[in-house]
């Protein structure tokens, strides 16, 4: 099985839900040292605190943009705890392609930073929910 | 002349094979492959010699002590260096600077002072300087590079100052295979007072080396870049200096008596090097030595050139692909070539490479700082040896056309 499949090379060549979210409600940042992959999530939550949109930016390999993007079109109208709950081996079962050790960095960066802005966006919700 | 068909012989890792093809190793800039003879040493040490140095009287401790010690001094001799008390045997040669930092740095280093150093170096000798002058309150000047990717002489005289108390500079820089002007830029050094140190791991597996002609004050380099076992690093530096240098580590092996309170150091170099040394290495590494004086530093450093000529020519045949590499005559690469294809990423170059057989290196090589000023995120590198051959260019630039076919 090939690692560049048609489907990786076609998210890499035209990267879906690529680009800025206005006002996003919370904005995290992913690098992978090892390559200097970057990816940056930007999202935005309805009242219902599901997500209205949510979009990635940034530079790196082709099996990193690919997932990003490939994971990104999975998450509109889920909520916070619906995309904390999402696995590791479940990115790899998407990307259906073999991930070697050295590249499954590359393959979760975006998992990574979508849960680090997902963290941030949790985070002033739950400050209200005690304030109150 | 250098056959690299019989040399590739010696080497039994070109007998694997690599997801069906046949073994391109290009990534010896990395760690180089090694030859049977070396491998022979570990396994010989093992089976028949292995023993404590440095502290029994009985035959097999003898005997390895000896073949310890001989190797210290065949490396005095392979750099040229006064005698075999200047070197210093550690795990590699960031460890080497590293000693040099924590031990002369501590001691000589005061507020306001400044450390120099260039755009080109490897994280390995930025680092240790970074933190020293975050310690100290002391300044970091880096050198910049012409736009030929040599370094800039001129911006080098102009941060030179009477501040200036060390010259951390590499010997060939391991991106662009740029090879500093060592012996002005130690001149340079040496007429501020300064000392200076030279990150020699890069040029030493194919340049011949001269500490007393270059006048370094410390010289740093590891065994795996050049033929030898990993977990060997060496640090060379002046008999003065190191007589004057507290110890790096303390224990065994460095300590000449020890009372309940208090201890005395040992001579140099056995001061710098406590606790059991990486023994069985370090005597395989003089095979490595053996193997180098043999082969000829000369003969493999025109061997290297001529595959850096044909790699650039072949390179460049395709308008996609950027090349760097310093090409300034008198700063010139002569076995590194690193390079960028639009719109693919180094890690996916290296990838479709391996699926060729094709061994290279992606990534920030160790560099970041030399990344951003290059204005770029990683590359992808080739580098040569003595067991390269123009067919494993060929087989490189095949790989190349798969990449490019893929991507298109």
């Given at each position: ?10 998210h890499?060549k035209n990267?879906?839900?690529k680009?800025?979210?206005?006002n996003?409600t ?5 690098h992978n040292p090892?390559c ?7 999202l935005l939550?309805?009242k219902?605190?599901r ?22 079109e999975?998450l509109?109208?889920k909520?916070l705890n619906e995309?904390?709950?999402?696995k ?13 050790p050295?590249?499954?960095k590359?393959?979760l960066?975006?998992?990574y930073a979508?849960?680090?802005a ?5 985070k002033?919700?739950n400050s209200?929910?005690?304030s109150? | ?6 040399i590739?012989?010696?080497f ?9 093809h046949s073994?391109?190793?290009?990534d ?6 090694k030859p049977?003879?070396?491998i ?5 040490y093992y ?5 404590n140095i ?10 390895a002590t000896?073949?310890?010690e001989?190797?210290r001094s ?5 750099i ?21 930092a924590?031990?002369w740095?501590k001691?000589n280093?005061?507020p306001n002072?400044?450390i ?5 170096e ?11 002058c ?11 590079l012409?736009?030929?990717y ?8 102009k ?10 500079i590499?010997?060939?820089?391991n991106?662009?295979?740029t090879?500093p ?8 050094a040496h007429?501020?007072?300064?000392i200076?140190?030279?990150?020699g ?15 370094c004050d410390f ?5 795996h ?13 002046k008999e003065?200096?190191?007589k004057?240098?507290?110890p ?14 208090d ?5 140099i170099?056995?001061k ?7 023994i069985?290495?370090?005597i ?8 180098l004086?043999r082969?000829?530093l000369?003969n ?6 001529k ?5 650039i020519e072949?390179f460049s ?6 090349l760097?590499?310093a090409k300034?005559s008198?700063?010139?690469s ?11 990423h180094?890690?996916?170059i290296?990838q479709?490479f ?6 290279i290196?992606s990534?920030?090589?160790c ?11 990683a590359l992808a ?5 003595l067991y390269?051959?123009f067919e494993?260019?060929?087989l490189a630039?095949?790989a190349?056309k ?5 991507f298109k």
């Amino acid at each position: 099985m090939d690692i560049y499949s048609e489907i990786i090379l076609d998210h890499y060549k035209n990267p879906r839900n690529k680009g800025s979210v206005k006002n996003a409600t919370a904005t995290a940042i992913e690098h992978n040292p090892l390559c200097g992959d970057k990816i940056k999530i930007e999202l935005l939550l309805d009242k219902s605190n599901r997500i209205k949109t949510i979009k990635f930016s940034g530079s790196g390999c082709a099996i990193s943009q690919a997932a990003a993007s490939m994971l990104l079109e999975t998450l509109t109208g889920k909520t916070l705890n619906e995309i904390e709950k999402i696995k590791s081996r479940e990115i790899i079962k998407m990307l259906n392609i073999p991930i070697s050790p050295a590249r499954e960095k590359c393959a979760l960066l975006g998992l990574y930073a979508v849960k680090k802005a997902v963290e941030l966006a949790a985070k002033p919700r739950n400050s209200k929910k005690r304030s109150k | 002349m250098l056959d690299p068909n019989k040399i590739k012989k010696q080497f039994p890792i070109f007998k694997r094979e690599i997801n069906n093809h046949s073994l391109v190793y290009l990534d010896s800039a990395s760690t180089s492959q090694k030859p049977q003879a070396v491998i022979n040493s570990l396994v010989n040490y093992y089976k028949n010699t292995n023993a404590n140095i440095h502290r029994s009287i009985y035959k097999l401790s003898e005997e390895a002590t000896s073949a310890y010690e001989n190797v210290r001094s065949q490396t005095a001799k392979f750099i040229n260096a006064k005698s075999s008390r200047e070197i210093i045997f550690t795990r590699n040669a960031t460890e080497s600077i590293n000693m040099v930092a924590q031990t002369w740095g501590k001691l000589n280093i005061k507020p306001n002072d400044e450390i120099i150093v260039s755009i080109l170096e490897h994280h390995s000798n930025l680092v240790p300087w970074q933190q020293l002058c975050k310690e100290k309150n002391a300044k970091l000047k880096i050198i910049p590079l012409t736009k030929n990717y040599s370094i800039d002489l001129k911006n080098y005289k102009k941060l030179l100052s009477k501040k200036t108390k060390l010259v951390a500079i590499t010997g060939e820089s391991n991106v662009l295979g740029t090879r500093p002007p060592l012996k002005e830029i130690i001149k340079l050094a040496h007429g501020k007072n300064a000392i200076t140190i030279v990150d020699g791991a890069q040029m030493v597996a194919h340049s011949h080396v001269d500490v007393q002609d270059l006048d370094c004050d410390f010289f740093a380099f590891s065994s795996h870049k050049m033929l030898g076992p990993t977990g060997v690093g060496i640090l060379y530096g002046k008999e003065n200096l190191f007589k004057k240098m507290p110890p790096f580590l303390f224990g065994g092996d460095m300590i000449k008596t020890v009372s309940k309170y208090d201890a005395q150091w040992n001579d140099i170099p056995w001061k710098f090097e406590a606790g059991t040394p990486n023994i069985a290495d370090v005597i395989a590494f003089g095979e490595a030595l053996n193997f180098l004086t043999r082969t000829g530093l000369k003969n493999i450093n025109e061997h290297n050139k001529k595959l850096l000529k044909y790699a650039i020519e072949e390179f460049s045949k395709y308008k996609e692909v950027k090349l760097f590499y310093a090409k300034d005559s008198a700063q010139s690469s002569t076995s590194i070539l690193s390079f960028s294809i639009k719109n693919i990423h180094p890690h996916d170059i290296a990838q479709i490479f391996d699926t060729e057989g094709v061994e290279i290196r992606s990534g920030h090589h160790c560099c970041e700082p030399l990344m951003d000023y290059l204005k770029v995120p990683a590359l992808a590198r080739i580098s040569f040896y003595l067991y390269n051959t123009f067919e494993d260019i060929d087989l490189a630039e095949k790989a190349l056309k798969k990449t490019l076919k893929i991507f298109k």
